[in-house]
């Protein structure tokens, strides 16, 4: 089968032909990304409206583009995939759109792709061993949220931020040290340089049997923390600031994986999301596994940004579970 994944829930256009066959194997035939951060990094952050007109000039070029990448014709498609939620909805209506115009005017089916789902099945896409059920944890700009998934279309959510997601702390925080959007790569450079234990950062793992994260109390630490040493004339060291934020970071979502695992007495735990290309939190988490005989799977790091890939890979097992859309399928932010 020959799926179109098709993505554009935030500040990258993606399309991408991937091949899935009965036996298994998955393929990617092409994967192309038309990134916005040169656009929205004037403004430090994600400006939607000007998100969803770039969208709207990329998106033929970018599904062109793969399509011939991969050697095929629109005719050789079997089933068209679009991200339809969440996401913001100006950006999320370009890809939903287009999906919808090139599955009525081919008479191809369409199938609506949840973003969040789709970051976990990118990692079908390079483990084909992996198979539900798992704890999923996905982290990124948006999102901070663990999963028990118990089949390749249902997901239960067991935990999530009450506020701020991981990706948007590292990016504020990342802004206030000078970096360019989105700060999360860089910081995680600087953090490898730096003194983890420089600074002693409140934890996001909420003090409670509940599995939530709350990232706000740490952002705010960390941004009081340069602002004092600033007012005071005293050295920002941007290393100290990201290894010690990372390490609060990644020691408060060990510590919640672990208890997710615990409690849904599950041995396999699967990393997904933009933040996942964390060196520290990929690290935190083998170790953590390894100790506690689980088995861990991450996307390698091509696959951890917001890709067509990854929305194929979810619309192939959303078709396979007969989970069609139609021309009425709209876009929810
Ligand atoms: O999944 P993604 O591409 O978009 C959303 O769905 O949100 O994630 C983007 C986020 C940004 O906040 C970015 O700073 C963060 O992922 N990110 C990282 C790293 N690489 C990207 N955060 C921490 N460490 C990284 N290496
Ligand atoms: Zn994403």
């Not at 020959?2 to 035939?29: H, R």
């Not at 081919?106 to 969040?116: D, E, F, M, S, W």
């Not at 802004?175 to 989105?182: A, I, K, Q």
């Not at 695992?261 to 935190?284: I, K």
Request: aromatic content about 6%; glycine content about 8%.
């Amino acid at each position: 089968m020959l799926v179109l994944g098709i993505e554009s829930s935030c500040d990258e256009t993606a399309a991408s032909v991937c091949e899935f066959t009965d036996d298994g194997e998955k393929k990617i035939l092409s994967s192309e990304v038309a990134s916005q951060i040169n656009v929205h990094r004037l403004y430090g952050g994600v400006v939607p409206e000007i998100a969803g007109r770039a969208h709207s000039e990329a998106i033929c070029g970018v599904v062109s583009s793969a399509l011939e990448k991969a050697g095929k014709s629109i005719g050789d498609i079997d089933v068209i995939g679009v991200t339809s939620t969440p996401g913001l909805i100006g950006a999320l209506l370009v890809g939903v759109s287009y999906a919808k115009a090139l599955a009525y005017s081919t008479g191809k089916p369409l199938v609506a792709v949840n973003h969040i789902k789709a970051h976990v099945a990118a990692n079908y896409l390079c483990h084909r061993e992996l198979k539900p059920p798992f704890v999923a944890l996905v982290v990124s700009g948006g999102h901070t949220s663990l999963f028990r998934v118990d089949s390749y279309t249902d997901f239960k959510r067991i935990g999530r931020t009450r506020d701020d997601a991981a990706g948007e702390a590292f990016d504020k925080i990342g802004r206030v040290l000078g970096l360019y959007y989105p700060c999360g790569a860089e910081m995680d450079a600087l953090a490898s340089k730096g003194n983890k234990n420089a600074f002693r950062f409140p934890s996001a793992a909420i003090a409670d049997e509940t599995l939530d994260f709350s990232f706000s109390g740490l952002k705010t630490a960390a941004l009081n923390t340069i602002n004092g040493l600033k007012q005071k004339n005293l050295p920002v060291v941007p290393e100290d600031i990201s290894a010690s934020f990372t390490e609060a970071f990644t020691s408060s979502v060990c510590k919640k994986l672990l208890q997710a695992m615990q409690s849904e007495n599950l041995d396999t735990v699967v990393l997904a999301g933009g933040v996942s290309a964390n060196s520290h939190l990929r690290s935190s988490i083998a170790e953590m596994a390894e100790k506690n005989g689980y088995s861990f799977y991450v996307p390698p790091l091509s696959l951890c940004g917001d890709n067509g890939a990854m929305v194929a890979a979810q619309a192939c097992f959303e078709y396979l579970a007969g989970n069609i859309a139609d021309i009425h399928l709209n876009a929810m932010a």
